[in-house]
């Protein structure tokens, strides 16, 4: 499955082809009417894979790296359009970037690939149905377990109908965005361990967070590479995963308290 790079290409390119007025041709490409708060939302992500992309420029050595950022505005020019008034008649999309800039995002695409195998920023795509059911159970969840400031309850649900937005829609914004907010939702779900003090349902909440790091770990190859440079395969990934999880909830604050003596 493409990075953000790739996708941004391939986005473009069929932007490109069309050759028709702009606004036309990306409310074709996104699936929305212009001017309206659905095509707005799918156009901002459209600028997420192009923030993505820019992200990854340190992945390269420092030479590409200089030569490519002197693409950057070209490739934001495609995506904004700002040389172009898009519901001018003689505004034509594939006068939003020219060939030969086309040509180095994807590129770039295909230079970085290797460089991200196995991290969210290349995932596998694989999964998707169980991340989506893992969405599905924290907003059970989210409605029952006491303890959560109202902040954090409305910024997980919040995050998670992000999420499953982005899973509904991977054939257009590709799966290394369903991968970057995965990865949020898992961060704040672990963050707000500490607010969960009713036992059986931390052990639940625990459980469901190892469970959705599992998940990432099937989508992207790792969790988080840096904090977790190997999953090995089969069965232990769980029980490594609890691991970790358990360890970023006693740093967070503090172990368990034991069961009492008999």
Avoid at 192 to 216: G, I, L, N
């Amino acid at each position: 499955m493409p990075n953000s790079a790739s996708r941004l290409h391939d986005l473009l390119a069929e932007v490109v082809e069309q050759k028709a007025q702009v606004a036309q041709v990306w409310a074709a490409v996104l699936g929305a009417d212009v001017n309206t708060p659905d095509f707005a939302r799918r156009h901002v992500e459209v600028l997420a894979l192009l923030a993505d992309t820019v992200a990854m420029l340190p992945l390269v050595p420092e030479a590409s790296r200089r030569r490519y950022e002197r693409y950057v505005p070209h490739w934001w020019t495609g995506v904004c359009g700002t040389t172009l008034h898009w519901g001018a008649g003689n505004a034509y999309s594939n006068e939003l970037i020219s060939a030969e800039h086309l040509d180095q995002l994807g590129a770039f695409g295909d230079l970085i690939e290797a460089r991200t195998e196995g991290t969210s920023a290349a995932p596998t795509g694989e999964g998707l149905a169980d991340l989506r059911a893992r969405c599905e159970e924290w907003k059970t969840l989210l409605g029952e377990v006491i303890g959560l400031t109202a902040q954090t309850r409305a910024v997980l649900n919040a995050q998670i109908e992000h999420l499953l937005w982005l899973i509904d829609n991977v054939e257009t914004f590709g799966p290394a965005r369903v991968a970057s907010e995965a990865q949020v939702v898992l961060s704040e779900a672990a963050m707000a361990t500490k607010d969960v003090r009713d036992p059986e349902q931390r052990k639940t909440w625990r459980q469901m967070v190892s469970a959705t790091a599992a998940a990432v770990a099937l989508l992207t190859g790792a969790v988080n590479t840096y904090a977790v440079p190997t999953l090995e395969a089969g069965n232990s990934v769980i029980a490594q995963i609890d691991q970790i999880v358990d360890g970023t909830a006693d740093i967070l604050d503090g172990p368990d308290d034991p069961a009492p003596s008999k």
